[in-house]
């Protein structure tokens, strides 16, 4: 579904990504860590199309998508929510919705909308303006809904779970894997909770100053030294 | 042909000396209050005006009406903060919609008070040609160069020498960061509006001596003050003074080589032409992209 | 919703009944009410960009040139007929609008001055381009609107009711646009720009849909105009009035309602020719200027929105008339 070949990326002289390659196939649930300001974010932004990578190549569902700008790779079948919640706040939880299909998938689908909600556990909110009345964790819904009523193919996840506590958490890692079930889309997900990656996520890709350092089953890579190392600060031995 | 060009780039430079007065209050506000003040050029023009009651009443020279201009442009100049100010939401557009009603306002007080009838200085040796070699100037546009170039240079030694100056800088650059150290932005944005109305103050009595003055001349002052301010980048005095220099020499090279009716469009060809190729101007430091 | 549908259908019977009944003798005032709506339909016009485009601008005086200068020149150097010569002016008011494409990569300040920028270029283009446009010296003897089913419309009332279905036309289109999902969708924009593209709106082309409506519907006033005082010259066409009425009108009577610009325009022009003027034959402007600073500081919904009441938010969704 998804190819990326040695992106770069620089801001300056930061080297934001340096050479990354990764794979994404069809309906594969892939776990981006890395510490903070290791570049998943920015990852993110190369694959929506916010960020034009210096160097390398991307390639989504066969096809080049380098000069495709953001909104027409949303129109493909990429999906993706902001790790700071971006609801569009004088709307209404529906007429978000309203918006990702008839831009985001050419139809508004009142049957789908209603599904989605059902599934983000929003269906009593629909009517419910975005910005004043919402929780935290609901805003968070709203963001996956808004980013699934645009019928994508791939799912991008940025810390959907920041700033949840414990029970939040695991209601939503539960329904990130419902929605798994029920759409069977690729989903890329960047979280710190190690806990939540291992439950949902058969592979994990861990990304350290730009590099990517491992990629393979949780289990595997949270005990790899240097990805240990990257979290506790310890320098890895050369 | 040489003559004609290297008289052009005198004439240029001379007018640009001017530019850069009317532009670096501009610039100066805009820095610490993120408001273009679209009233600046009736500023200017209100102190054109008040150097030419000065002369006219008392036959003074427009030199000795700076010291009224600066007290009545200051006056105008600390209305216009205190209303600024007072917009709660939406600064950015809604000081736009405000200070171009204030130029509205003095446009037509402008009008009220002087008519319509176009002005210029009669006084004879302010208007006394004076030769350099082989170029030449009025006397007056000689004499307000030398007076810009000493307040530009006041100016830099006022930003980068005194803790005023330095304030007005670090405010500029972080408003938020500056709070953090103790200085006062209101303070700050204050003396910048007031400096601005200094110099303004000596711009309208350049303008009154070299040139004519009507009360429509207010807004063109104004764009070609926000042409520099775009052709230099926002947050950069030596921009400004490259930039308003680079607007008075396209405007006297167009005189020269085309005709005097088509200067003002080549000046703002060249703000279009930097602001689509180079959207940070030639020194910018500050992203005026939206994304 | 309904009631709203009445009132707007009352109102236009009013419009075009009984203001020409009451009023067609008085000649004078015709021509102010013709010119007050002139300046309601650019204000509306100002007002969309503004609400639905979020763009802010101070420079339509250059749509309204163009449109003026394109359709008496289409018409008196090409021949065409003077109704096809109005849609006419407003495509090319939309196409100097395409020119401006670029500055909508810039933030709000920016933007705004760029547009004032161009409506001085266009000004002194017509002004150089002697071939084409006759210069300052402007062109004269435009042709009037012409006589259709027997009535005579280049009479006050003619024109009256031309310029009158102008603007209930921008009108209706203005509603239209706004409650559909695209003015949902630039609603959502001023909102997040991110988010909305993320959910796929190509957040550009909606605001130079904006921007090229605005153009084109100001840029038909302006040829409307031209047909109407029958004569041109830059200074005029492209005068810093033809920006500054509306924008004073709309945020008078508040540039995010449709009928706000219109009622704003209206009672504003006419305020300023028959009583201002009366009171202060030169500089009488001065009073607009403090209006628009009044308005700023202390009513920037406007002033009508003081007596609007509170609508729930439902209701509103698809905004106020």
């Keep these: 579904m998804l190819e990326l070949s040695d992106i770069g990326v620089r801001f300056g002289g930061l080297r934001a990504l340096d050479g990354v390659s990764l794979s994404v196939a069809d309906s594969e649930i892939v776990g981006l860590v890395g510490p903070n300001g290791a ?200 | 042909m040489t003559e004609l060009v290297l008289q052009a780039l005198w004439s240029g430079i001379l007018t640009g000396s001017s530019y850069a007065l009317i532009a670096l209050g501009l610039a100066l506000v805009f820095g610490t209050m993120n408001v273009i003040n679209l009233a600046h050029g009736e500023l200017v023009l209100l102190a054109a005006y008040v150097a030419y009651t000065c002369e006219s009443a008392w036959g003074a020279s427009p030199l000795l009406a700076i010291p009224a201009g600066i007290v009545i442009v200051c006056i105008a100049t600390a209305l216009t903060y205190a209303l600024v100010g007072r917009i709660r939401r939406d600064r950015e557009l809604n000081s736009l919609l ?129 042409i520099i301010t775009v052709l230099a980048g926002m947050g950069s005095v030596p921009g400004v003074l490259v930039g308003a220099l680079l607007l008075g020499l396209t405007e006297s090279l167009t005189t020269t080589f085309f005709s005097s009716a088509l200067q003002e469009l080549a000046g703002m060809v060249l703000f279009l032409v930097v602001l689509f190729v180079l959207p940070n101007g030639l020194f910018g430091t500050r992203w005026r992209r939206a994304h | 919703m309904a009631a709203r549908i009445v009132a707007w259908l009352a109102f236009a019977v009013a419009a075009y009944a009984l203001v020409p009944f009451a009023f067609a003798g008085n000649l004078y005032l015709m021509s102010m009410i013709i010119a007050s709506l002139t300046i309601g339909g650019i204000a509306l016009a100002w007002a969309l960009l503004g609400n639905l485009g979020g763009l802010v601008s101070f420079g339509h005086a250059a749509f309204f040139g163009v449109g003026s200068y394109a359709s008496a020149l289409l018409v008196m150097k090409a021949g ?117 593209r993320a959910v796929g709106v190509n957040s550009t082309l909606a605001k130079a849909l904006m921007l090229f409506l605005s153009a084109f519907m100001t840029g038909m006033v302006g040829a409307f105009n031209a047909h109407y005082i029958n004569f041109l010259e830059p200074d005029y066409a492209f005068s810093g009035l033809w920006t500054m009425l509306p924008i004073v009108a709309a945020i008078f009577g508040g540039y995010r309602t449709i009928s706000g610009p219109l009622i704003g325009a209206v009672v504003v022009y006419l305020l300023d020719q028959l009583v201002f003027k009366a009171m202060m034959p030169i500089g009488h402007q001065i009073v607009l200027g403090a209006l628009l600073g009044a308005m700023i500081l202390f009513a920037p919904q406007g002033l009508l929105s003081i007596f609007a009441r509170r609508r729930p938010r439902m209701a509103s969704a698809s905004g106020d008339a």
């Design chain 3, 80 to 196: 065409w007929p003077i109704g096809i010569s109005l849609l006419a002016g407003g495509a090319c008011a939309a196409f100097a609008a395409v020119l401006m494409l670029p500055a909508l990569r810039l933030r709000g300040p920016y933007f705004a001055l760029a547009v004032l920028a161009y409506a001085h270029i266009f000004r002194i283009i017509a002004t150089e381009w002697k071939g084409l446009t006759n210069g300052a010296g402007g062109i004269g003897n435009i042709p009037r609107f012409p006589v259709v089913f027997g009535y005579d419309f280049s009479s006050k009332t003619g024109a009256y009711w031309i310029v009158l279905s102008l603007v209930l036309a921008f009108a209706l289109i203005y509603a239209w646009i706004r409650s559909s999902h695209l003015g949902l969708a630039l609603r959502a924009m001023h909102d997040s720009e991110e988010a909305t």
């Design chain 1, 39 to 238: 570049g998943k974010t920015t990852l993110f932004n190369v694959i929506s199309g916010n960020l034009r990578p210096q160097r390398g190549s991307l390639r989504f569902a066969g096809a080049d998508i380098g000069s495709v700008p953001a909104y027409a790779r949303a129109r493909l079948g990429i999906g993706r929510t902001f790790q700071i919640p971006q609801p569009m706040h004088t709307l209404t939880v529906a007429e978000n919705l309203a918006v990702a299909q008839r831009f985001g998938a050419s139809r508004v689908d009142a049957q789908a909308a209603a599904e989605i909600l059902d599934l983000v556990q929003l269906t009593g909110l629909a009517s419910r303006d975005a910005a004043t009345s919402l929780s935290l964790a609901e805003l968070k819904a709203l963001e996956v809904a808004k980013a699934l009523a645009t019928r994508p193919r791939m799912l991008l996840l940025d810390e959907v779970l920041a700033g949840l506590e414990a029970v939040a958490k695991r209601r939503f890692t539960q329904m990130l894997a419902d929605i798994h079930a029920r759409y069977k889309l690729a989903i890329v997900i960047i979280e710190h909770d190690i806990e939540t990656i291992s439950t949902l996520c058969p592979r994990a890709a861990v990304l350290n100053f730009g590099q990517l350092i491992a990629d393979g089953t949780p289990s595997v890579v949270f005990s790899q030294p240097d990805v240990v190392a990257s979290y506790t600060g310890t320098v890895p031995d050369a």
């Design chain 2, 98 to 226: 405000l200070t171009y009603g204030i130029g509205i306002m003095l446009t037509n007080g402008i009008l009220l008070i002087w008519k319509a009838d176009i002005r210029s200085t009669k006084s004879p040796w302010l208007q006394d040609a004076v030769v350099l070699g082989p170029l030449y100037s009025m006397r007056s546009e000689l004499l307000f160069f030398v007076v810009s170039a000493a307040l530009i240079a006041g100016l830099w030694w006022w930003l980068t020498r005194t803790w005023a100056g330095r304030a007005v800088r670090a405010v500029a650059s972080n408003r938020d960061a500056a709070q953090l150290m103790g200085i006062d932005p209101h303070r700050v944005e204050f003396v910048s509006f007031l400096v601005a109305g200094l110099l303004a103050a000596f711009a309208g009595a350049a303008i009154f001596s070299v040139n004519v003055i009507q009360p429509g001349l207010g807004i063109s002052l104004t764009v070609k003050a926000f």
